[in-house]
């Protein structure tokens, strides 16, 4: 949905779609803030993940899941509560608490504990048999250093279990994972693994605006990115769309690019300056 049209900028497919899809984090919004993110940015999302363990202590979660469910919104508990439950032996437990909140999505992950990965596998095959499946990839311990290789043959396998996506660890700061302890992305990292994993099929997690310019610029407008804010939303979508300085001229054509950049080139500035 837009206001008015312009050329070259870059399609963007409708809801609900498989690529470009964008999961907002909400770490425990109020229903009255629901009501208001739906006015003005559930046209734009995909997926909400109830981070870490909010789920548990979030009030009128029901009536949230509700609202987003109506807005086309597809929400899901985030994979920390599914360790929690794992980690107390209770996976069953969780099964049947999807259940009674009604959510045909969710997440295994084992970014906080060690889950051996056939048995991972196994857990997101059995769950895959009655939901959508989302399987996170990558340690949340900054000390914890998995391969490329290792990345690739876990992502791989556990799309071949049953995941829809697979995410790639950032968590909500953005400093492991796929990103150093800076935030920059690790561009070895990610060469490696797009070389052998297809890119619609990875979900980035990439809270931070330079994170997410980076990653639009990479692969399109059209890349999944998760773990946004609430407030930043519109402020991404205008990332992809080419709206913002940072991706002004992803879209526009090579002599467009050409003459604009020349116009405004600091150099010629500079120099004009001098001769005055």
Known sequence: MTNFSLPYIPERQVK??????????????????VENFIEGSGHLTDVVKFGFGTAMVSPNLVEKIKLYKEAGIRPYFGGTLF????ARKMFDDYLRVLDKFDLDLAEISDGSIIINH???????????????????????????????????????????????????????????????????????????????INPN???W?????????????????????GNIAPNEMIPLECLRLGLRGDTFFENLPADYKDRLKQVNDPEDELEEEIEN
């Not at 899809?21 to 229903?31: E, H, Y």
């Not at 360790?83 to 794992?86: A, D, L, V």
């Not at 995941?163 to 935030?183: D, L, M, Y």
């Open 16 to 33: 609900p779609r498989q690529e470009g899809i964008t999961m907002m984090m909400d770490k425990g919004l109020s229903l009255r803030e």
């Open 83 to 86: 360790e929690i439950f794992y």
């Open 118 to 196: 056939d048995e991972k596998c196994e857990l997101i095959a059995k769950m895959a048999k009655n939901r959508t499946v989302l399987s996170e990839v990558g340690s949340k311990d900054s000390g914890i250093i998995i391969s490329p290789s290792k990345w690739i043959k876990m992502m791989s396998t556990e799309l071949e279990a049953g995941s829809w996506k697979v995410i790639a660890e950032g968590r909500e700061a953005g400093n492991v994972g796929v990103f150093r302890p800076n935030g920059t992305a690790h561009t070895f990292l990610i060469n490696k693994i797009i070389a052998k």
């Open 201 to 203: 099929d990875i979900l």
């Open 205 to 225: 997690e990439a809270p931070i605006k330079n994170q997410q310019v980076w990653f639009i610029k990479l692969f399109g407008a059209n890349v999944n990115l």
